[in-house]
């Protein structure tokens, strides 16, 4: 589950010098002064490390250092594995170490295109939505969760894709606590040894599933004659059906608000119209579960079942 992160140590927990001791265990790649103080930053494989007098920070796909790649999972022993290697590189304590950026991940072997997927997944509170060329990202000012085709990643950086995801279409799903790790977890510190500790791990874990259950599904709209009984049931498929030719929900939703944007509509009669289309898209006589989410949602389950 664990992919990037960025660790922060700092020269109270270390007790060593890092612009003479450290820099001796990765291959440095610059030097400069920051604010009169000397900063030093290299490599260390595919980790960036920088150091100051007072701080040595890590950052980037500890999955990737570890294992080889980021298409393996680095569940909670690897991960233990994993800071103990990196610990014994730069001798230096980084279990001890402030974690201030993680991202958790998994990839699922779809049937279809993952882009396919990206328009049954809607609005999600607290977050924007923003559609990519080729992902789906979610942000606000803490987090941010992704979905892209990991394929497709790793061959424009050129990558190697291993043989059970070759000629497949991978989807990747990514959450990203990007800043304030103490403030959202609610805790005094977020140190790296909690990445092996299990309670941390089931907690975040959760995090990641609860966040994708969050997110509101998109149904296919079927109209269903049949199920209809009152005139109001009739307007609702009516209503539904206008949807689906303007392209789908989100995109008549967007209609809406720019037209609230524009003045055409009031601040209520913009909000009456977004409840309306949503209710519409939601009647079971107007719409069936799309076996898109039907997929995706039961694979997040399963792998947050098997992860806890």
């Known amino acids: 589950m664990y992919d990037t992160l960025i660790l922060s140590l700092n020269v109270e927990a270390a007790k060593v010098d890092f612009l003479t001791e450290t820099s001796q265990h990765f291959e440095v790649t610059g030097e400069h002064l920051f604010s009169g103080m000397p900063v030093i930053?290299?490599?260390?494989?595919?980790?960036?490390?920088?150091?100051?007098?007072?701080?040595?920070?890590v950052d980037g796909s500890l999955c990737?250092?570890?294992?080889?790649?980021?298409?393996?999972?680095?569940?909670?022993?690897d991960a233990k594995r994993a800071i103990e290697k990196l610990s014994d590189t730069l001798h230096l304590p980084m279990s001890q170490a402030d974690l201030t950026r993680l991202d958790i991940a998994q990839n699922f072997i779809v049937k279809y295109e993952p882009n396919v997927y990206y328009n049954h997944l809607g609005s999600l509170q607290y977050y924007n939505r923003f559609m990519q060329t080729d992902s789906l990202y979610y942000q606000n000012g803490k987090r941010q969760l992704v979905f892209y085709d990991k394929n497709k990643e790793q061959r424009a950086k050129r990558g190697n894709i291993p043989e059970v995801y070759t000629g497949r279409q991978?989807?990747?799903?990514?959450?990203?606590?990007?800043?304030?790790?103490?403030?959202?977890?609610?805790?005094?510190?977020?140190?790296?040894?909690?990445?092996?500790?299990?309670?941390?791990?089931?907690?975040?874990?959760?995090?990641?599933?609860?966040?994708?259950?969050?997110?509101?599904?998109?149904?296919?709209?079927?109209?269903?004659?049949?199920?209809?009984?009152?005139?109001?049931?009739?307007?609702?498929?009516?209503?539904?059906?206008?949807?689906?030719?303007?392209?789908?929900?989100?995109?008549?939703?967007?209609?809406?608000?720019?037209?609230?944007?524009?003045?055409?509509?009031?601040?209520?009669?913009?909000?009456?119209?977004?409840?309306?289309?949503?209710?519409a898209c939601k009647a079971d006589f107007a719409t069936i579960e799309s076996d898109v989410i039907q997929e995706l949602n039961e694979k997040v389950k399963q792998a947050a079942r098997f992860y806890r």
């Open 64 to 77: 990737k250092w570890f294992l080889g790649d980021n298409l393996q999972t680095l569940g909670r022993g």
């Open 170 to 279: 991978v989807l990747r799903y990514e959450m990203r606590f990007k800043s304030r790790l103490r403030e959202q977890f609610i805790k005094p510190e977020v140190k790296a040894q909690m990445l092996y500790d299990e309670p941390f791990y089931i907690d975040i874990t959760n995090r990641w599933l609860n966040e994708y259950k969050a997110i509101q599904k998109l149904n296919t709209i079927s109209l269903n004659f049949e199920a209809m009984k009152t005139k109001r049931e009739l307007y609702i498929v009516g209503l539904a059906s206008l949807v689906d030719k303007a392209g789908g929900e989100l995109a008549f939703i967007q209609q809406i608000n720019e037209a609230y944007q524009t003045g055409r509509l009031t601040k209520k009669q913009a909000f009456d119209m977004r409840q309306a289309v949503k209710d």
């Open 41 to 57: 930053s290299g490599t260390l494989g595919n980790l960036k490390v920088t150091s100051n007098t007072r701080r040595l920070k």
